[in-house]
């Protein structure tokens, strides 16, 4: 533990937990954690510093699937599909009034209340995401947006469409007539 708290060059100070200052907000990567042994390596679980991304670090797979079952219940409390139908309508009006980076923000909470997995609707909440993107020409966005539509409904003709003029847009030309 202390070689690889040694070997981080942006590791300001340890906290009486015994945790690096950086890895405070993660539950995984303690001390402890660190001693076993597992199959993950290359520990990214510091979103403020990133100072392990070079470390090789291993946590135990009981830890990690323990967070991973956390995070997929709490974000499973979060869904509320008659939520994520008022996130669109609000989303829906305020590209109506060119509104769109609130436009942007309500699509993205109603995605976030209606996932793929529960709605199946979710690729025109993509769509309008990607319109959005467009208007506000962030391109690379947009296409990220026209991709998942795309791969949630193949068969859903105005993803394809958005796609294509995002692609003309960023000077795509071949793969905007593809």
Request: some cysteine; overall charge positive.
């Amino acid at each position: 533990t202390q070689s690889c708290m040694s070997a981080c060059t942006r590791l300001q100070a340890v906290q009486p937990s015994g945790r690096p200052a950086c890895w405070a907000s993660h539950s995984l990567c303690s001390p402890t954690a660190l001693q076993g042994a597992c199959s993950l390596a290359d520990c990214t679980y510091c979103p403020i510093t990133g100072c392990l991304r070079t470390i090789a670090v291993r946590v135990p797979p009981k830890i990690l699937c323990h967070h991973r079952v956390q995070q997929e219940q709490t974000e499973a409390a979060y869904v509320d599909m008659a939520l994520s139908t008022q996130e669109k309508d609000l989303g829906n009006a305020a590209f109506k009034e060119a509104r769109y980076p609130e436009a942007v923000a309500h699509y993205n909470e109603a995605l976030k209340r209606g996932p793929p997995k529960v709605n199946p609707d979710a690729h025109k909440l993509y769509s309008n995401l990607a319109a959005c993107y467009t208007k506000l020409g962030a391109y690379p966005e947009g296409l990220k947006a026209a991709d998942r539509c795309v791969e949630l409904a193949p068969d859903f003709v105005k993803g394809y469409s958005r796609k294509g003029a995002l692609q003309f847009f960023m000077k795509d030309f071949e793969k905007a007539m593809a």
